[in-house]
């Protein structure tokens, strides 16, 4: 669970070689921890939208916080419910989550989701949606490859030319 999909059909993924996006990756894990952990609550409950194979207990550990994974294909968040790695998971989609309850969370996380989420559907209703099932005081946290990681120069590039969901 600890590795990142690294995906070599992925034209970002096919550039670099799996050993060098883990460092890459567990670079991002270390950054991700050093810039949180002084503004997280000990626990809570936290909301991973897109959560993909890693959802961020490296961030959010337990049994301090109660992790919800979504997903659109309701099987990775299954199978992380299976490991433990989740406490619960659903099938859905980023600014589709209406069956949630308002005030629900005290964190809501993006991590790597959001450069696939803006070609499919506009980020404001996606973000009001977070606001929404956010308690009082709660945190709205997005990570996203910066420029230094393959994968966020190569989108970059990509956006600039206008190629972006061609490539990602």
Request: contains cysteine; proline residues 10%.
């Amino acid at each position: 669970m600890g590795s990142e999909a690294y995906q070599p059909d992925n034209l970002l993924d096919g550039l670099s070689s799996p050993s060098a996006m883990e460092v890459q990756y567990e670079h991002l894990r270390d950054r991700e921890r050093r810039l949180l952990a002084p503004l997280l609550p000990a626990g809570g409950d936290v909301l991973s939208v897109g959560c993909g194979w890693n959802p961020g207990r490296h961030v959010f550990p337990s049994p301090g916080w109660r992790m919800t994974g979504v997903e659109p294909e309701s099987e990775k968040p299954d199978a992380l419910v299976a490991e433990g790695v989740l406490d619960a998971g659903l099938a859905g989609s980023a600014g589709e989550l209406d069956s949630l309850p308002d005030g629900s969370f005290d964190a809501v996380l993006y991590r790597l989701v959001l450069h696939h989420v803006v070609f499919q559907v506009p980020l404001e209703p996606v973000l009001a949606e977070a606001a929404r099932l956010l308690r009082p005081g709660g945190l709205l946290v997005a990570v996203e490859p910066g420029l230094w990681h393959p994968v966020g120069a190569g989108l970059a590039l990509a956006n600039r030319l206008g190629a972006g969901p061609a490539v990602h």
